[in-house]
């Protein structure tokens, strides 16, 4: 299987100016195998296990940027997020954390080249050629960090691009209708977006359509 090298997300952050994607080890518009796609989920699930494991009594956010398709890593999928992490270390309150859970990469298994680790270690990123991945490491409470998830899913206009899962203590996902949430919505049609993915009612130029479209307005208005 071909190795999935990973590289430090640099993104320049300047209002009003599009992001630049810098020193990349790999290729933007690379396709990712399915066996590669079903080994990055198990190696996010370690991942998971580790911090889980080695942070005991605190909260897990853990994000990825929805994507179609057999390309994972592009233009769109960087600049969803570079959005994603910004808005997380805004809405987790990040910026007055950075005394806390000093993480070693030698700690977690992975090259120090393959990590970026911010604010004193509550958010570790990892860009993939299999999909960008971040975790968080935070005090609040499960269901409390789990209400902020889903405010950020809903609110931020890339929100639908995002999947920022809650892990509890036994590496299980916390469910929307635990904070009474509603559903996730379809990014074409609107309606709950399981339904249109069991039943593919939607082709991927359709959700590739409205993925540009959110995109260009996002970078539109920055």
């Known amino acids: 299987m071909r190795e999935a090298h990973n590289s430090k997300l640099k ?22 195998t399915l066996n590669e796609l079903l080994a990055s989920r198990d190696s996010r699930h370690a991942m998971q296990q580790k911090l889980l494991a080695e942070h005991s009594g605190k909260t897990l956010v853990c994000l990825t940027v929805v994507m179609p398709g057999s390309v994972k890593r ?62 968080l490491i935070t005090d609040l409470p499960l269901l409390e960090a789990k209400r902020i998830a889903v405010q950020i899913e809903d609110t931020h206009p890339l929100g639908r691009l995002f999947d920022i899962d809650i892990i509890d203590k036994d590496g ?18 609107n309606r709950e977006a399981r339904y249109c993915m069991r039943m593919r009612w939607h082709t991927q130029e359709e959700i590739w359509e409205r993925i540009n479209a959110m995109v260009d307005e996002y970078q539109a208005n920055i």
């Open 172 to 189: 299980v996902p916390v469910s929307r209708d635990r904070v009474g949430s509603s559903p996730r919505r379809c990014l074409v049609c």
């Open 11 to 32: 993104i320049q952050n300047c209002k009003r100016q599009q992001f630049k994607i810098q020193n990349s080890k790999f290729k933007i518009h690379s396709m990712v």
């Open 74 to 135: 592009n233009q769109q999928s960087l600049i969803v997020a570079h959005a994603a992490v910004e808005q997380m270390i805004e809405s987790y309150e990040l910026g007055v954390r950075n005394d806390e859970l000093g993480i070693r990469s030698d700690e977690l298994g992975v090259r120090s080249d393959e990590l970026g680790v911010r604010f004193g270690g509550c958010l570790i990123e990892r860009d993939l050629e299999t999909g960008y991945e971040a975790y």
